[in-house]
């Protein structure tokens, strides 16, 4: 049987953000949620999604600035239509 401390070890040899949250969730699921250990781990999931997302959003400013630094290159109208263009689309 596997211990639940064998999974956080599991865990911290590198698994990926993603990978790390299923895992926690899978132990905690079968916890009762008043267990000081449960609401440690919850914690931990939370802050683990909260990286996550602010991952995911410094990736899109990133792509933005890309798009915008190569509308800009191609000049002022360019910029402004390319600007249109993705507004009308997204």
Known sequence: MIRQADLLAFCRAGLDTESIIAVLSAITSRMN?????????????????????????????????????????????????????QGATA
Request: glycine share 2%; with cysteine.
């Open 33 to 85: 949620a008043n267990d000081p250990a449960c609401i440690a781990l919850d914690k931990c999931n939370d802050t683990l999604m909260d990286l996550q997302e602010q991952a995911r959003e410094s990736e899109l400013w990133a792509a933005d600035d890309v798009a915008c630094k190569r509308a800009q290159s191609l000049g002022p109208a360019s910029a402004i239509h390319s600007f249109i263009q």
